[in-house]
């Protein structure tokens, strides 16, 4: 999988946040269409370093949403995989 370099870094005064908005396809799951979490940080490298732990952790957990919602839908994973 490819990964683009971005850090979903907002600074709001002197402290960063990571900010993310969630896919349409799963926002039902959520109660708002964005992610912010305080990272309690002013360092950029350490809030930067924050980040990608999230982002990773939150593609991991939308990767099981999309799954599970194919599964459900009944659409077979192999046949998926192997179309492409």
């Known amino acids: 999988m490819v990964h683009q370099k971005c850090s979903y870094l ?28 305080c990272l309690h940080t002013t360092l950029e490298s350490s809030a930067h370093r924050q980040s990608q732990v999230l982002a990773n952790e939150l593609e991991d957990h939308w990767y099981i949403l999309r799954r599970r919602k194919m599964m459900n839908s009944g659409v077979c994973l192999h046949s998926f995989l192997t179309q492409a």
């Open 10 to 37: 907002k600074l709001k005064g002197q402290t960063y946040y990571f900010s993310r908005r969630v896919p349409k396809r799963i926002q039902k799951h959520f109660k708002t269409d964005r992610v912010e979490v």
